[in-house]
C-alpha cells in the first residue's frame, strides 16, 4: 500500500503535539510496511520565501497553487492508494482534497480541531467556549473578534475560506475522527456516519510503568484555553503540602502566573518547557496528571502519555477527555473496572464517588470550574493506586502503536482505489 501524508507543520517555536503525531504516525506506518510519501510543508518557510510567494499567501489557504503543482506532480509519478491529510493550512490549502480527487486518489483526514467551522479552530474566545459561527454560511462573528491571528483581514480570509471549502470538506472520503466528541462535531457538519471513523492518536510504548511518584503533573501549553488558570485557583484552594507536589512544565502566555505561584508556595514546581526525556521524567515522579482544559479540547497527547505510563487522569468534562481516561465509554469485564476499585477511588472505606466526579476506566473528570476541580484533588490522590493499572490497560486496549496502526491501514483499504479507477 502506497499512501501521501500531507501536513502543514505548525512552527517550532511554537510546540505541537499534531506535528508529533504526525511524525509518530509516518513512523508506525513505515514499521508495518506501508509506503509513506510525506508531502510536507512547514510555516517555518515563509520567512524564507520569495516576494512573489510571500505575496500570494494571502490567498494560499483557498487555493495554495505551489502546493497544487507540486502534489498534482507526485500524485502523477507514484499513483498511491489514498491521500492522508492533517492540517492544510496555510501552505497546502483544502484544495489538495480536490487536486487528489483530480487524480482518482482518495482522501482520508484526521480531524485535529474545529476549523470546518471555527476560524481559531479550538471553539474558544475571550476565556469562554464560544460557538457564534456554527452554522452560519460565513463567520462574520470571527471577522468582528478577530479570532484568526487576532487580525480582521487575516480572520476574513480564513472565514472565507472556511465558506468556499464547505463543499470540499463534505467530499472527504473518510475521516478520522480522534474522539467520540470529533464524531459528534463531524456528524452536526453533515458529514454522513458511514464517512466517520474513530481512531485515536497513539504514543510510543514506554515500557512497564514504574511505581506511582507522588503529587500531580500538569503539562500543556501556558494558555487560557489550557486551563493553568483553573487549575492554580483550585490549588490554592487546599494548604500548602496537603496534596504533594504540583509540578507544571509548559510554556506560553501564561507563564508569569505559574512562576509566582510557584514563588508563593512551595508544593508547586515549573519546570519550563520539557524534552522528550524530561516529559517521562516529570510523569514518573507523578502519581496524576492533570488536563484543566477549559475548551473542548479534541486529545490531549499528555492524556495518552500519562496512561501508557500508568498514571490516572483528572480532566475536565469537555471534548475528548472523557473518551480518552474512558467515562463515556462502557466499563471493563467484570472485576477489572472502574466499579471494583471504586472504594479506593473515593477514598477507601467503601464511600461513594462525591457528587460531580465523573468515573472513567483510567481517571475522573469534572466541570471545569475551580471548586469542583478542587473537591477532585484529594479524590484523584487517593484513588490513584487503584486505577493506575486500569490507565495502563486502557493505553494497551485503545492507544497502543500496535493497535491504532492497524485501525489506520484499515480505514485506507476501506477507501484505497481500485484497478477500476486507476
Known amino acids: 500500500m502506497k499512501i501521501v501524508v500531507a501536513h502543514n507543520r505548525y512552527r517550532e517555536a511554537q510546540p505541537s503535539g499534531e506535528n508529533t503525531i504526525v511524525d509518530s504516525e509516518i513512523a508506525q506506518l513505515t514499521a508495518a510496511g506501508v509506503e509513506v510519501l510525506p508531502f510536507l510543508r512547514s510555516s517555518d518557510e515563509i520567512p524564507s520565501m520569495?516576494?512573489?510567494?510571500?505575496?500570494?499567501?494571502?490567498?494560499?489557504?483557498?487555493?495554495?497553487?505551489?502546493?497544487?503543482?507540486?502534489l498534482s506532480r507526485l500524485l502523477t509519478e507514484h499513483r498511491p492508494d489514498v491521500l492522508h491529510l492533517h492540517n492544510p493550512y496555510p501552505l497546502l490549502s483544502p484544495w489538495v482534497v480536490r487536486t487528489a480527487h483530480r487524480h482518482g486518489v482518495p482522501v482520508v483526514q484526521t480531524v485535529h480541531n474545529y476549523r470546518q467551522v471555527c476560524s481559531s479552530g479550538i471553539y474558544f474566545r475571550d476565556g469562554v467556549i464560544c460557538q457564534d459561527c456554527k452554522g452560519r454560511a460565513l463567520g462574520v462573528p470571527a471577522i468582528k473578534h478577530r479570532c484568526y491571528r487576532d487580525s480582521a483581514a487575516q480572520s476574513a480570509l480564513m472565514a472565507t475560506t472556511l465558506a468556499v471549502h464547505r463543499g470540499t470538506w463534505r467530499s472527504v472520503d473518510r475521516y478520522v475522527a480522534l474522539t467520540s466528541a470529533i464524531a459528534d462535531h463531524l456528524r452536526d457538519y453533515g458529514i454522513p456516519d458511514e464517512r466517520?471513523?474513530?481512531?485515536?492518536?497513539?504514543?510510543?510504548?514506554?515500557?512497564?510503568?514504574?511505581?506511582?511518584?507522588?503529587?500531580?503533573?500538569?503539562?500543556?501549553?501556558?494558555?487560557?484555553?489550557?486551563?493553568?488558570?483553573?487549575?492554580?485557583?483550585?490549588?490554592?484552594?487546599?494548604?500548602?503540602?496537603?496534596?504533594?507536589?504540583l509540578r507544571i512544565a509548559g510554556?506560553?502566555?501564561?507563564?508569569?502566573?505559574?512562576?509566582?505561584?510557584?514563588?508563593?508556595?512551595?508544593?508547586?514546581?515549573?519546570?519550563?518547557?520539557?524534552?522528550?526525556?524530561?516529559?517521562?521524567?516529570?510523569?514518573?515522579?507523578?502519581a496524576v496528571v492533570i488536563a484543566a482544559s477549559m475548551w473542548?479540547?479534541?486529545?490531549?497527547?499528555?492524556?495518552?502519555?500519562?496512561?501508557?505510563?500508568?498514571?490516572?487522569?483528572?480532566?475536565?468534562?469537555?471534548?475528548?477527555?472523557?473518551?480518552?481516561?474512558g467515562a463515556d465509554a462502557p466499563h471493563e469485564p467484570a472485576g477489572t473496572g472502574p466499579a471494583q476499585v471504586a472504594s479506593a477511588v473515593a477514598g477507601g472505606g467503601g464511600s461513594p464517588m462525591p457528587a460531580g466526579i465523573g468515573l472513567g476506566d483510567a481517571g475522573w473528570v469534572v466541570a471545569p470550574e475551580p471548586a469542583a476541580l478542587a473537591a477532585a484533588l484529594p479524590v484523584a490522590r487517593a484513588g490513584a493506586p487503584g486505577l493506575a493499572p486500569t490507565a495502563r490497560a486502557r493505553y494497551e486496549r485503545t492507544f497502543h502503536p500496535d493497535v491504532v496502526t492497524k485501525q489506520l491501514i484499515d480505514i485506507y483499504a476501506g477507501v484505497a482505489r481500485t484497478p477500476d479507477h486507476v
Do not use: C
Not at 489557504?61 to 502546493?67: C, K, N
Open 50 to 70: 520569495s516576494k512573489v510567494a510571500k505575496a500570494l499567501l494571502p490567498i494560499s489557504p483557498i487555493w495554495a497553487p505551489r502546493a497544487q503543482h507540486d
Open 196 to 245: 466517520i471513523v474513530v481512531k485515536p492518536n497513539s504514543v510510543p510504548d514506554p515500557g512497564r510503568p514504574t511505581p506511582l511518584g507522588d503529587g500531580f503533573l500538569y503539562m500543556a501549553r501556558l494558555s487560557p484555553e489550557k486551563g493553568v488558570d483553573l487549575l492554580l485557583d483550585a490549588w490554592r484552594r487546599h494548604p500548602v503540602g496537603s496534596l504533594g507536589t
Open 251 to 286: 510554556d506560553g502566555e501564561l507563564r508569569p502566573l505559574v512562576e509566582a505561584a510557584a514563588a508563593e508556595r512551595d508544593d508547586v514546581v515549573y519546570l519550563g518547557q520539557l524534552d522528550r526525556a524530561g516529559v517521562r521524567a516529570a510523569v514518573e515522579a507523578s
Open 296 to 325: 473542548h479540547d479534541v486529545l490531549p497527547t499528555v492524556i495518552i502519555e500519562a496512561l501508557a505510563s500508568g498514571r490516572p487522569v483528572l480532566g475536565t468534562a469537555l471534548g475528548g477527555i472523557p473518551y480518552l481516561v
